[in-house]
């Protein structure tokens, strides 16, 4: 089993900035892709970046240019670093990770879900 960990959500004003951290831990050796997916009210859960173990991303067309995903050396933690933020980044936001080949795309199919963070954009 791995275990995922986030921290880093809060309220903040339109245009500004928030980083999410994620710490997975058990078998954190088998997983390839982690990341991030949110999930608004009466919304559906939506993929929001993701990274492999080799690096590559994939973004939501709506945070492209805002928000930047990475991974550290030890691939044990992600961030995700949220600049320009929007009342419509308001979301439930939820760590993922998966056990997917390393050739897949990151997150298309989630085996570990966090706890989730609330991120709230408002003036």
């Known amino acids: 089993q791995v275990q995922l960990v986030e921290s880093g959500g809060g309220s903040v004003q339109p245009g500004g900035s928030l980083r999410l951290s994620c710490v997975g831990s058990g078998r954190i050796f088998s997983i390839n892709g982690m990341g991030w997916y949110r999930q608004a009210p009466g919304k559906q859960r939506e993929l929001v970046a993701g990274i492999t173990s080799g690096a590559m991303t994939k973004y939501a067309d709506s945070v492209k240019g805002r928000f930047t995903i990475s991974r550290d050396n030890t691939k044990t933690t992600v961030y995700l670093q949220m600049n320009n933020l929007k009342p419509e980044d308001t979301a439930v936001y939820y760590c993922?990770?998966?056990?997917?080949?390393?050739?897949?795309?990151?997150?298309?199919?989630?085996?570990?879900w966090g706890q989730g963070t609330q991120v709230t954009v408002s003036s």
């Open positions: 993922a990770a998966d056990q997917q080949p390393a050739e897949s795309s990151p997150l298309s199919k989630v085996d570990f």
